[in-house]
């Protein structure tokens, strides 16, 4: 082949990638949900770590990184997440060139989650992780955002006594941790949502049924607003109900420069790994994705009907090409590889 044509061929691909109304984004290298996912350089490298495969065993839990360029269209397997075994339901973000992750929680053979409260930054230029100051409380299942670059905010999660309604926020510039303002709400896992605009929304979530002690949907939808000179203080409000029914894994997120947070799928009830609720019955997803438009601080339906609708997945990645959900649980409860562009309006 002419070498001139083998020069401009992934320049090609990348500008058609980067120009298709639905762009077609190839799979990842293998099926996985409940997986962390963050991007860094404007969306153009996305990451998605960890996870659960489709055996959904506790042996089939990924400690792999997966990392997406949009400009050569190509997924490449990177250096797998330190520890002596994969996690589910970690969070994620990408700040300071770097990705950070947080906390999570592992699987034995007997079936005994155990939430975990490291957190380990990945240096893409160094090819090299590194270990960071410890989670003050261990959670999973926490909702996740940023502030100038720096701030990073831990909302909610279930802890190892149960959910919190702790904020703990993390300082990538001097890796200590500190606490902001509570949320008042009841405290939920599995929620959803992140920061746009020094503002949080989450909605929804798992809670305690104080009766049994058994985790049912929450409903709750709240809104908190970062102080601009302190980090640490939050003024929250409740927010009406959100569209659609979903109410558990909703996958969602904010982009570094948009005034809205973008909610999709989810199910109507709590479920465990495998996808089943409290009953042992498959979970059912909702077709609906959503925003929360913070200039007119009001929800907004995208789509009450969302094509290949997913849940699990823990963050969406925003890229030139739109908002991106990799991989995630679907309707027949399979996990998928595929990567599905989201609707922006």
């Known amino acids: 082949m002419n070498r001139r044509l083998v020069l401009f061929l992934p320049v090609a691909f990348s500008l058609l990638l980067l120009a298709a109304d639905q762009p077609k984004i190839p799979p990842m290298p293998n099926a996985v949900t409940s997986n962390a996912v963050a991007s860094l350089r404007g969306g153009l490298d996305v990451y998605s770590l960890m996870g659960l495969g489709t055996k959904k065993t506790w042996d089939d839990v990924s400690n792999k990184m997966y990392v997406l360029g949009l400009r050569s269209g190509k997924w490449i397997e990177g250096r797998p997440v330190p520890g002596v075994a994969g996690r589910l339901g970690a969070s994620a973000v990408g700040a300071k060139g770097q990705i950070f992750l947080f906390g999570g929680y592992t699987i034995d053979g007997q079936g005994t989650e155990s939430v975990l409260g490291d957190v380990n930054s990945y240096v893409p230029g160094e090819h090299r992780w590194y270990r960071a100051e410890d989670i003050p409380t261990p959670v999973d299942s926490a909702v996740i955002g940023m502030t100038h670059d720096r701030y990073i905010y831990l909302v909610g999660g279930r802890s190892r006594s149960g959910p919190v309604n702790n904020v703990q926020v993390y300082d990538a510039e001097k890796n200590t941790w500190s606490q902001a303002t509570a949320f008042p709400g009841t405290p939920v896992f599995g929620h959803a949502g992140g920061i746009a605009d020094e503002t949080i929304v989450y909605v929804d979530g798992a809670k305690k049924d104080p009766a049994n002690g058994k985790y049912i949907a929450s409903d709750e939808c709240w809104m908190g607003r970062i102080d601009h000179k302190d980090p640490n203080k939050i003024e929250w409000s409740k927010l009406p109900a959100h569209p659609g029914p979903g109410r ?26 495998k996808g089943l609720d409290g009953d042992g019955k498959q979970a059912e997803l909702s077709p609906v994705t959503f925003a929360f438009e913070l200039h007119g601080n009001k929800w907004e339906t995208i789509t009450e009907d969302t094509y290949d609708v997913r849940a699990d997945t823990r963050g969406i990645a925003f890229t030139p090409i739109g908002p991106l959900v990799l991989g995630g649980t679907l309707k027949n409860s399979a996990i998928s590889a595929r990567v599905l562009t989201l609707p922006k309006k």
């Open 248 to 273: 558990f894994g909703i996958v969602a997120g904010a982009g570094e420069h948009d005034h809205r947070l973008l909610f999709s799928g989810g199910t109507t009830a709590p479920h465990n790994y």
